[in-house]
């Protein structure tokens, strides 16, 4: 199971960090992975981190949002700097590409605008 957290209203340039609270059977040897939806858009990947914490950003994020996990805690986060009104979206976790997925949560809506 996937949860989501930490979305909400910003205004540009302003700052969030989301949460992804999983279970120990899908987090502990993931590669794992944070994508969105815009409206009338295609889910994106964002970003994706493996168990040893190497990361992969796409290029309309790198710079500013940053993927980090907490294996203990089975958590992995996204923070997320100098936002800007096109990273409006909804925001989800799940495995990496290329490895097991599971089925959607519900999100987290972030919505950068003045």
């Known amino acids: 199971q996937l949860v989501e957290s930490g979305g909400g209203l910003v205004q540009p340039g302003g700052s969030l960090r989301l949460s992804c609270a999983a279970s120990?059977?899908?987090?502990?040897?993931?590669?794992m992975g944070w994508y969105r939806q815009a409206p009338g858009k295609e889910r994106e990947l964002v970003a994706t981190i493996t168990s040893g914490s190497s990361t992969y950003y796409a290029d309309s994020v790198k710079g500013r949002l940053t993927i980090s996990r907490d294996n203990a805690k089975n958590t992995m986060y996204l923070q997320m700097n100098s936002l800007k009104p096109e990273d409006t979206a909804a925001y989800y976790c799940?495995?990496?590409?290329?490895?097991?997925?599971?089925?959607w949560g519900q999100g987290t809506q972030v919505t950068v605008s003045s």
């Open positions: 799940n495995g990496a590409p290329g490895y097991a997925m599971y089925p």
């Open positions: 120990t059977s899908i987090f502990r040897f993931a590669a």
